[in-house]
Structure formats: structure tokens, C-alpha cells
């Protein structure tokens, strides 16, 4: 686990292809004190994330074009990002899956959480504060 962002509001990068969930995700986070990346597709989003350094990622599974699990496991060979906790916002129950996956692969750590969708954003909010290490009742 990362610690606590030492330059200021935690970083945040949400990775989505519904537009809906990138706009409703981002103002929230916004206004609970994050600085908040969107992203709608994986193709490009590692450089993209790469010059944002977020402090979590999170990210989708099911997208067209390529899978967040394509983008999750880039994530976890690159040097830079491979510590980044990542959560998983998804309505696909692929947790055993993903799990064996990264396994298979000698990729780690596993994802920081995993948050229901439809999405219910004090869960987020939630998990997020949790895997960076941000008292529940405190700021952001």
C-alpha cells in the first residue's frame, strides 16, 4: 500500500467506458477531495496514467475494444504502476477469475477491492480511504 499523498488530494484515475458512471465518479470524488482522471477506454490509458500518477486506479472490467483485466495486467508488469492499488467497479462477478489470473501470471498485489455495480458511492468513497490509508471520517 502506497501512503498517504503527500502532494495533497489523493489522485484518483477512473477507468469506464459508460460516460454516466465517468461523470457521476469523478464530481463525486471531486467533491470528497480527490483529483480525479477519467478515462473511457483502455487502449491509451497507460501513458495517460502514467503522467497523472494516481494514487488508485479504478477500473472496469468489461469494456469494448480491450478488458480492464488487459489494462489491470499492464498495470501490474510496469515498474512504476505495479504497486498502485486497484480497485474493480463492476456488475461482473469475476473476482475468482481475476484472482486466478494474476496468480497464474506472478502478478500482484490483487485488486484493493472490488465495488459493486450499479454503484453505490459511499462504498467507493469507502474503499478508496481504506487502501489509502485515509481515516474514514477525515478529509477528503
Do not use: W, Y
Given at each position: 500500500?502506497?501512503?498517504?499523498?503527500?502532494?495533497?488530494?489523493?489522485?484518483?484515475?477512473?477507468?469506464?467506458?459508460?460516460?454516466?458512471?465517468?461523470?457521476?465518479?469523478?464530481?463525486?470524488?471531486?467533491?470528497?477531495?480527490?483529483?480525479?482522471?477519467?478515462?473511457d477506454r483502455v487502449?491509451?490509458?497507460?501513458?495517460?496514467?502514467?503522467?497523472?500518477?494516481?494514487?488508485?486506479?479504478?477500473?472496469?472490467?468489461?469494456?469494448?475494444?480491450?478488458?480492464?483485466?488487459?489494462?489491470?495486467?499492464?498495470?501490474?508488469?510496469?515498474?512504476?504502476?505495479?504497486?498502485?492499488?486497484?480497485?474493480?467497479?463492476?456488475?461482473?462477478?469475476?473476482?475468482?477469475?481475476?484472482?486466478?489470473?494474476?496468480?497464474?501470471?506472478?502478478?500482484?498485489?490483487?485488486p484493493a477491492a472490488?465495488?459493486?455495480?450499479?454503484?453505490?458511492?459511499?462504498?467507493?468513497?469507502?474503499?478508496?480511504?481504506?487502501?489509502?490509508?485515509?481515516?474514514?471520517?477525515?478529509?477528503?
Amino acid at each position: 500500500m502506497r501512503e498517504t499523498p503527500v502532494h495533497g488530494r489523493p489522485r484518483v484515475a477512473v477507468v469506464d467506458d459508460e460516460p454516466d458512471v465517468l461523470t457521476f465518479v469523478r464530481l463525486a470524488l471531486d467533491d470528497r477531495g480527490f483529483d480525479v482522471l477519467t478515462l473511457d477506454r483502455v487502449a491509451g490509458a497507460l501513458p495517460a496514467l502514467h503522467a497523472f500518477a494516481p494514487d488508485a486506479v479504478c477500473l472496469d472490467l468489461l469494456m469494448p475494444e480491450r478488458t480492464g483485466l488487459s489494462l489491470l495486467v499492464e498495470i501490474r508488469r510496469d515498474p512504476a504502476l505495479a504497486q498502485v492499488p486497484v480497485l474493480i467497479l463492476s456488475a461482473l462477478n469475476a473476482r475468482d477469475e481475476l484472482l486466478a489470473t494474476l496468480r497464474r501470471e506472478g502478478l500482484g498485489p490483487a485488486p484493493a477491492a472490488f465495488v459493486e455495480k450499479p454503484l453505490d458511492l459511499e462504498s467507493l468513497v469507502r474503499a478508496l480511504r481504506e487502501c489509502l490509508g485515509i481515516a474514514v471520517g477525515g478529509g477528503p
